[in-house]
T-cell receptor, first 113, second 113 residues
Framework: DTGVSQNPRHKITKRGQNVTFRCDPI?????LYWYRQTLGQGPEFLTY????????KSRLLSDRFSAERPKGSFSTLEIQRTEQGDSAMYLC???????????FGEGSWLTVV | DQQVKQNSPSLSVQEGRISILNCDYT??????FLWYKKYPAEGPTFLIS?????DKNEDGRFTVFLNKSAKHLSLHIVPSQPGDSAVYFC????????????FGGGTRLMVKP
C-alpha cells in the first residue's frame, strides 16, 4: 500500500497527557499537511510542510500543538497537555509540489478522557 | 467566516437516479475545487476536481460543474448506487496559498436500493 499512512489509528489518553501522531506521506510527495476534523464538520487546516520546511503554522490551534518533518519524509504532530476539546480525528495528507490534488490518510482518532 | 458552504446537510436519492450535491464559496481567490468522499472512521477520498478555467469536468459517473459568476459548484452522480452513500465534502484552494484546502461542512448522501 503506497498511500498516506497514519498511526496510531486510535488513541485514548487522559487529560493533561501528551500525545504524538505519525504520518508517512506518499513517497516523493514534497508537501505534507495536517488537518483536524470534529464531528459534523469538514476538515480544518492546521499546518503544512514543503519538504522539511514548515511554511504555514499560524493555523495551529494553540501553542500546545506542534509539528515536525525533520528529514522531509515522515511527520509528527504532537499535542501537549491534552484537553477534552482536543478530541477529534487528525488527518494527514500529501501532494506533489506542482500538484493540485491532495491525498489523505485514514486519520488518527484522539479521545481525551 | 465560512468561505465554503454546503447548505444541505443530507440528501436521499433512489438508486439509479441522479444525485446533485451543491457547494457555494465566497473567496474569489479560490481557483481550484475538489470533491472528496468520506466513509465513517476513514480519511477523505479524492473524487474529482476542477480548475477555475473550466466550467465542467467529467469522470465516469461523476461530473463537477463550476459557475464562477455565482461562486457555485455542484457534483452530479449518475446513476447513483448504494455504494455512493457517504459524506461528500467540497473543498477549495488558492494555488498561491500552498494548496491549503478550505472545506465545506459536508453533505451526507444516502442512496436507497
Amino acid at each position: 500500500d503506497t498511500g498516506v499512512s497514519q498511526n496510531p489509528r486510535h488513541k485514548i489518553t487522559k487529560r493533561g497527557q501528551n500525545v504524538t501522531f505519525r504520518c508517512d506521506p506518499i513517497s516523493e510527495h514534497n508537501r505534507l499537511y495536517w488537518y483536524r476534523q470534529t464531528l459534523g464538520q469538514g476538515p480544518e487546516f492546521l499546518t503544512y510542510f514543503q519538504n522539511e520546511a514548515q511554511l504555514e503554522k499560524s493555523r495551529l490551534l494553540s501553542d500546545r500543538f506542534s509539528a515536525e518533518r525533520p528529514k522531509g519524509s515522515f511527520s509528527t504532530l504532537e499535542i501537549q497537555r491534552t484537553e477534552q476539546g482536543d478530541s477529534a480525528m487528525y488527518l494527514c495528507a500529501s501532494s506533489f509540489l506542482s500538484g493540485n490534488t491532495i491525498y489523505f490518510g485514514e486519520g488518527s482518532w484522539l479521545t481525551v478522557v | 467566516d465560512q468561505q465554503v458552504k454546503q447548505n444541505s446537510p443530507s440528501l436521499s436519492v433512489q438508486e439509479g437516479r441522479i444525485s446533485i450535491l451543491n457547494c457555494d464559496y465566497t473567496n474569489s481567490m479560490f481557483d481550484y475545487f475538489l470533491w472528496y468522499k468520506k466513509y465513517p472512521a476513514e480519511g477523505p477520498t479524492f473524487l474529482i476536481s476542477i480548475s477555475s478555467i473550466k466550467d465542467k469536468n467529467e469522470d465516469g459517473r461523476f461530473t463537477v460543474f463550476l459557475n464562477k459568476s455565482a461562486k457555485h459548484l455542484s457534483l452530479h452522480i449518475v446513476p447513483s448506487q448504494p455504494g455512493d452513500s457517504a459524506v461528500y465534502f467540497c473543498a477549495a484552494t488558492d494555488n498561491n496559498a500552498g494548496n491549503m484546502l478550505t472545506f465545506g461542512g459536508g453533505t451526507r448522501l444516502m442512496v436507497k436500493p
